[in-house]
């Protein structure tokens, strides 16, 4: 690794990497969770998990409502093994777009390359885990060389996938998906990038240059001078778009950081810049840690939303949060809505509509300016002044 010196172990000894490797959970609709939900979550936070998987199954996932939902993803969830919850709902189509972080799309291609993540301690010297070149993610330890042949297989992408010039992350993330896919067909089971390619389902990130994606990406400029470059006015624009095409709007937040946000400016940037009276989320889900009480973004409540045209103001028994470890609340959450009776919705395949989307976007923008415009008063300027 560049930073660590010439000659020191890429491959730590054995002893840290013992415990079993990680793999991507995937949901079956377990009765005896549904059984457990219903029966046995019944206050306190597990009250509240239990009423998002109530509004989430038997609400969002009506057909009637057709609900246009966004799932966004912060937190070390892909390293802890929950991507397999995710391909569960994209592959039955249970949402139909994601915003992540980009450190979770970059440990999900650690699955897709077939490499291992090993379930460790906590509680290790990191000192020595340095020394012999072993990452640790809370309890989550791989070798440093994971990492490096990862990063290499971006690189090589990147050069052989011959994209230039300002893109989405969506584009990214598909022809990075679809590479996955003709490189090995089978990691659409257990890579979230792939299956979301595989079924068109557009992937962001709200931080793109925020990981290991990303810092691959710097170097392609630099040392290979590409004019690749992620453009962040079309990813809050297709978001935006997509938000817009939605008869109902719903929301699934693990965590909070900048993809919450992300996801959730997309109303206020449709009635406040572009001037298209869509509305609020009409639901809204967030399983996190974060507090309130500090007055972070990542803890604001859907109340709090409400005053930003986030959240419709009708709609607050339909916004919950649950305070929870997203570890142990989202699969249990995943279990509910797969063993629901709306457990399967047909693909919207985003990622092909999205210039569709966009343009409609203008559309709409052009007339709503053109109104604003025919009804502004003209203003009189004082010569005398
Ligand atoms: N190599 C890379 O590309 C790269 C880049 C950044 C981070 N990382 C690693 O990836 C991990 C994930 O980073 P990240 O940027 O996705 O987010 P993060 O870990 O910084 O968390 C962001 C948000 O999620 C919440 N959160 C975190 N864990 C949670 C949990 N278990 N349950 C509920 N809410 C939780 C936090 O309170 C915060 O709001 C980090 O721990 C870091 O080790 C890797």
């Known amino acids: 690794m560049p930073h660590r010196a010439p000659g020191s172990p890429a491959h730590g000894p054995a002893r840290f990497l013992q415990g079993k490797p990680i793999r991507y959970y995937r949901p079956t609709g377990s009765a005896e969770v549904r059984q457990l939900i219903e029966g046995g979550f019944q206050a306190f936070n597990a009250g ?33 093994g929950l991507g397999g919850c995710v391909i569960e709902l994209i592959e039955r189509g249970l949402i139909d777009f994601i915003i992540s972080t980009g450190a979770n799309l970059y440990h999900d291609l ?25 990452i640790r993610i809370y309890d989550v330890l791989f070798p440093s060389s994971v990492l490096l042949e990862t990063d290499a297989y971006i690189r090589d992408f990147l050069v052989r996938s011959s994209l230039q010039g300002p893109i989405a992350t969506s584009e990214l993330h598909y022809r990075l998906g679809l ?3 003709e490189r090995n067909p089978p990691c659409a089971e257990y890579s979230v990038v792939a299956k979301a390619a595989q079924c068109g389902l557009p992937i962001y990130t709200s931080s793109p240059r925020d990981s290991s994606i990303g810092m691959n990406i710097a170097y392609h400029e630099l040392m290979n001078g590409s004019t690749l470059m992620i453009d962040p006015n079309r990813d809050v624009n297709e978001v935006c778009a997509i938000i817009l095409s939605g008869h109902r709007n719903g929301c699934i937040i693990l965590g909070g950081g900048s993809p919450k946000n992300f996801y959730l400016q997309g109303q206020p940037t449709l009635w406040e810049v572009y001037g298209i009276p869509k509305g609020g989320n009409d639901y809204f889900i967030q399983i996190t840690t974060d507090q309130v009480v500090w007055g972070g973004l990542s803890g604001a409540t859907p109340a709090e939303a409400v005053s930003w045209g986030k959240v419709n103001p009708g709609v607050l028994s339909d916004t919950v949060v649950a305070y929870c470890d997203s570890t142990i ?22 990622i092909h509509r999205r210039e ?6 203008v559309r709409q923008a052009k007339a709503a300016k ?9 203003v009189e300027i004082d010569r005398h002044r």
């Open 48 to 80: 509240r998990l239990s009423e998002a998987c109530h509004i989430y199954a038997d609400k969002m996932l009506a057909p009637a409502g057709d609900t246009t939902i966004g799932l966004t993803v912060a937190g070390a969830l892909t390293p802890a």
């Open 370 to 378: 053109a109104t604003t415009d025919s009804q502004a008063q003209p």
């Open 179 to 181: 590479d996955l896919l």
């Open 329 to 350: 609340a989202f699969p249990l959450f995943c279990e509910y809505a797969v063993g629901s009776p709306h457990n399967r919705r047909p693909l919207r395949k985003l």
């Open 110 to 134: 650690h699955y897709a390359l077939n490499f291992q993540l090993h379930r460790g301690s906590p509680f290790l010297d990191d000192v020595e885990l340095y020394e012999q070149g072993i």
């Open 356 to 361: 569709a989307l966009v343009a409609d976007l």
